[in-house]
């Protein structure tokens, strides 16, 4: 019997567009399943469970496309090359039907944050860090997936934290949206 947590079971279908790896669809596939289990377990309606859902199989749609399609599609994507897959592939859901503009909101800031962001967009930059295929910290990244559902807030303050952290030990400069962001939630903060 397969279920929602089931790995071999998807719940994402990534869109016609994509352009992804089998390395990076794996990665989408289990962002979706932990997005999953969070709409699950948080019983959020079956509406913004599937606006999660599509947030989760549009963000990395566009990881291995050729450079030249990024560029096209999202010119002035932070002058990073690394950053315009999500500003691209929101252009081109955008292009191909998508109007929820929390759900490209979510797509095109992932890898940075977002303050405008509604909770498609926290959720998708919380599954996209915290999905447990990635090798760094697995223990901190695991006790923080189990806080999520009953404490969104505080997780996603932590997460952010330790990515501009990350960012700035790198040598990285802090992209406005991310300081914005950070600062949205700071004055949220308990």
Aim: aromatic fraction near 6%; charge should be negative; hydrophobic fraction near 45%.
């Amino acid at each position: 019997m397969s279920g929602a947590g089931d790995a071999s079971v998807s719940v994402v279908v990534l869109p016609p567009w994509a352009r992804v790896s089998d390395k990076r669809r794996v990665h989408v596939e289990r962002v979706g399943r932990l997005i999953s289990e969070w709409a699950d377990a948080m019983a959020v309606t079956p509406t913004e469970r599937e606006r999660w859902l599509r947030a989760a199989s549009m963000h990395d749609a566009l990881k291995d496309a050729p450079r030249e399609l990024l560029l096209e599609l999202a010119p002035r994507a932070w002058d990073d090359d690394s950053l315009r897959h999500g500003p691209a592939a929101a252009a081109l859901a955008q292009r191909e039907g998508e109007r929820d503009r929390g759900v490209l909101d979510a797509v095109r800031y992932h890898s940075i944050g977002f303050a405008g962001w509604d909770d498609v967009g926290r959720m998708l930059y919380l599954a996209d860090y915290l999905e447990p295929g990635r090798r760094h910290g697995r223990d901190e990244r695991a006790r923080r997936t189990a806080l999520v559902a009953e404490d969104p807030a505080g997780v996603l303050r932590e997460v952010a934290a330790e990515r501009m952290g990350l960012t700035i030990a790198a040598g990285y400069r802090l992209l406005p949206e991310t300081v914005e962001f950070w600062n949205g939630l700071t004055c949220d903060a308990p």
